[in-house]
């Protein structure tokens, strides 16, 4: 199983060492790879390029950087750890979603392409229409932004995944209570399905790793199973997702996974089971009106046989006659 971080920040202009420290931190901790992710709050340009710094030769834009994992003891262990770039999008003008509503040449030199909305109506087009791989929920905001669980439901059904980070739980922020209460809101809209967890923070000491987000997804009311799903095949699907955005076709995996019984499921499974059940006794039902109806008929055709029997022997009976 492969651990990822899909929300690694980083500015433009920021000191290269300080986005090198930061992968560094993440695969000691025990991550696969890690998604640097640039935020954009106007369109870019045609043909304007953001580049991952050269000054971090271990982390290029090709996605096909090492770095080197480190053990408790220190001793390095040959373990590759992937990195991509990625394009966060701040949506804030109902003009801008031109910028994601079509293959935009200047989006395909991103890995993955996430969004948020500053408004509901913002939010539904995300969901609904808009090319993104992401729809990042900021639950660290005092008023965020939610639309209505079928419209948040279609954007899964669209291959779009919902990330929430879990940055608001290991800083000191007065906001960690209401983001505990939206997250909750928003896994019970989605009933867990379609969300991941991401770190975003840009401290590398409160980096956490991939056991320790497991269990800080259980605040947020992801179950001990979708916690883990959360932060390793989920993403896979994510890049797969950006994957086929670039060049508008997608790359289908199939996996086995276990089956994950949801409450409409076991409700389905309830209901086929009560309407055999009374099936079973409609049937039994006729079948007993049928034997008691074919009964009373063999009895009504003895009855009728043995009357004629008697009348006729009496008919056969010999009279002597006296002359």
Request: hydrophobic content about 40%; proline content about 6%; glycine content about 6%.
């Amino acid at each position: 199983m492969k651990y990822w971080d899909l929300f690694v920040p980083y500015e433009r202009g920021e000191p290269p060492e300080n986005l090198r420290e930061r992968l560094q931190q993440l695969a000691d901790l025990g991550y696969d790879g890690a998604a640097v992710t640039m935020v954009a709050k106007e369109p870019l340009a045609s043909g304007e390029v953001w580049e991952i710094p050269d000054a971090a030769p271990d982390c290029n834009s090709s996605g096909g950087g090492l770095v080197m994992h480190r053990d408790a003891a220190g001793r390095v262990r040959n373990r590759p750890f992937k990195v991509l770039k990625r394009l966060h999008f701040v949506l804030s003008k109902p003009a801008d979603a031109n910028f994601l509503s079509e293959n935009q040449p200047s989006l395909n030199q991103f890995d993955l392409v996430s969004a948020e909305a500053t408004s509901d109506k913002l939010l539904s087009q995300l969901c609904l229409t808009l090319m993104v791989d992401v729809i990042v929920l900021p639950v660290w905001r005092e008023h965020v932004m939610l639309c209505k669980a079928p419209t948040m439901q279609a954007a899964v059904g669209r291959g779009i995944v919902f990330e929430l980070h879990y940055a608001p739980l290991v800083q000191a922020s007065d906001a960690r209570r209401s983001a505990i209460s939206t997250a909750q809101r928003i896994t019970r809209a989605l009933r867990g399905v379609g969300i991941s967890v991401a770190g975003g923070l840009p401290d590398p000491l409160l980096l956490r790793a991939p056991d320790d987000v497991a269990s800080l997804c259980r605040l947020y009311s992801i179950g001990s199973d979708q916690s883990k799903h959360a932060i390793s095949s989920l993403c896979e699907r994510i890049i797969d997702h950006g994957e086929g955005r670039k060049g508008f076709r997608f790359a289908l995996k199939v996996r086995r996974v276990a089956p994950c019984e949801t409450p409409d499921a076991r409700d389905n499974q309830r209901k086929a089971k009560r309407a055999r059940a009374k099936s079973a006794a409609a049937d039994e039902n006729r079948a007993t009106s049928k034997r008691s109806r074919s009964g009373t008929h063999d009895d009504t055709q003895e009855t009728a046989r043995v009357q004629a029997a008697s009348v006729h022997e009496e008919d056969d009976e010999f009279i002597p006659l006296d002359f």
